[in-house]
């Protein structure tokens, strides 16, 4: 726990008992010192028995060290479940010698009648009383009526999305939009008040021109500029798909993709790196880890943000000082701009998240470039499956990439391989994915909170425009 300060501390009453309920320290830096005193008592004799002789009392004292960081307990202790069952009679009854497997047990041990006992996850998500301010009863005075409820009135769950005013575009909707809303051309307009935002705006039309089809992660790999811009200049310049072969894809205005051929090459390609023994390594031996997991969720009373200690003298004896916090900053022309990687497939390199979306263009190796290129020339009609490509395209491509990245990961470590066999014909099968949905968003520099939505990249950006 002290390793890690975003964790706080955790105390449990009942040590033995797995349905204990901890009560939590959170962590505070602090500047003090930890003394050993020893208290020392002298008898004297007593010469009379009438007389009573106080005892000489000595303290000595002595410094070990300074302590630096604290644990305070200041949360109260939430319920306590316990491994009960009421009978018939009231009576409680212990069920902890049947639910816990407290040595090895035959398989009766599983197979016994045991009542239903399903203990909670959590009960309180907050350790600490907070006040709730709960407004009073508006009183009116005679005659008033309430006003009809709208949808506007109403208070959702949570903030009102912020209009970015964008255009959805669905592959089975005719024509396509030739310019942007008044109200997303007002919006940038707004904002678009320094030479930087005129530049990026310059910047961002010159992409569209030598490519009238990006996603959001190659635009920003290519140009540097904050989010929340980005958030109101893409409906400005384009529109988006909802479905279809470009689907989450942002289109040139007056460019419909279902009318060129040539457009195949845009295609959006969902890849994700498959997961199984039989590929040669186990879910937790996965070559790219994932950035959320179920098995390392850790509830909210158990996790607090990091606290901010000052700067020690052994920190500035490391190295940072005024030079060292210079060179650490980005500069302002790539402060956001993403790596390669989160939008461009090479050979030899792992993806940097295990679900992408890669566009066909972007797949930078021959031999999937050969698959893409099957029909140039004789593309015939465009679905909204395969796109102007022939039938299972993407398929083909996920299989070769999925063979090149275990073949590397061979290559690199031997020993998760070494008890799996290839087929005879020399071929890898591969034709299952896992089901994890990671989204391929890079991390933002710390000054800017994403926005709050789903952990599907698609979802979260649809939620964003609406």
């Not at 099957?374 to 398929?395: I, M, Q, V």
């Not at 066999?421 to 896992?434: I, P, R, V």
Request: hydrophobic fraction near 30%; charge should be neutral.
């Amino acid at each position: 726990i002290y390793a890690d300060p975003a964790k706080r501390l955790e105390l449990y009453f009942r040590p033995k008992d797995p349905y204990c309920h901890p009560v939590c320290a959170n962590r505070f830096p602090t500047s003090t010192m930890l003394l050993k005193v020893r208290r020392r008592t002298k008898k004297k004799k007593q010469l009379d028995t009438e007389e009573q002789i106080q005892p000489e009392v000595q303290f000595e004292m002595e410094i070990l060290g300074t302590v630096t960081t604290v644990y305070k307990f200041q949360g109260m202790s939430d319920f306590q479940y316990l491994a009960m069952h009421s009978g018939p009679d009231g009576k409680q009854t212990s069920m902890y010698d049947k639910v816990l497997m407290l040595k090895p047990e035959k398989e009766e041990f599983f197979h016994r009648e045991l009542p239903l006992y399903i203990p909670p996850p959590i009960f309180s998500r907050l350790d600490t009383p907070i006040d709730y301010y709960y407004r009073p009863d508006t009183h009116h005075r005679e005659g008033y009526n309430n006003p009809q409820v709208s949808d506007e009135n109403l208070i959702g769950l949570s903030r009102a999305r912020r209009p970015n005013n964008a255009i959805f575009v669905n592959f089975d909707d005719e024509g396509t939009p030739a310019k942007p809303l008044d109200a997303a051309v007002q919006n940038w307009k707004k904002v678009c008040t320094n030479p930087v935002d005129r530049k990026v705006e310059e910047e961002l039309r010159k992409l569209f021109e030598v490519r009238p089809i990006w996603s959001r992660n190659a635009v920003k790999a290519n140009i540097s500029v904050h989010p929340d811009k980005l958030k109101l200049l893409l409906p400005y310049l384009a529109y988006y798909m909802l479905t279809g072969p470009w689907r989450s894809l942002w289109v040139r205005f007056g460019y419909d993709p279902r009318k060129h051929p040539e457009a195949k090459v845009y295609q959006v390609l969902d890849f994700r790196i498959r997961c199984g023994m039989k590929y040669g390594y186990a879910p937790n031996d996965m070559p790219v880890k994932a950035k959320r997991s179920t098995y390392n969720y850790s509830l909210p009373i158990t996790v607090k943000k990091p606290v901010s200690h000052p700067v020690s003298v052994h920190d500035l004896k490391q190295g940072l000082g005024t030079s060292g916090a210079a060179g650490a900053k980005k500069s302002a022309s790539s402060m956001y701009k993403l790596k390669e990687s989160v939008y461009i497939f090479r050979e030899g390199a792992l993806p940097p998240y295990r679900q992408m979306f890669y566009q066909l263009c972007d797949l930078n190796v021959e031999s999937l470039q050969k698959i893409i290129h099957r029909n140039d020339g004789t593309e015939a009609e465009c679905t909204e499956r395969d796109g102007w490509c022939l039938p299972k395209t993407s398929d083909d491509l996920r299989d070769t990439m999925s063979l090149m990245i275990k073949q590397m990961i061979r290559s690199t470590r031997p020993a998760l391989f070494s008890s799996t066999t290839s087929n005879e014909d020399g071929k890898e099968q591969l034709a299952y994915e896992s089901g994890e949905d990671e989204d391929d968003e890079e991390e933002e520099e710390e000054d800017f909170k994403p926005s709050e939505g789903s952990e599907n990249e698609m979802e979260t950006e649809i939620l964003d425009y609406v």
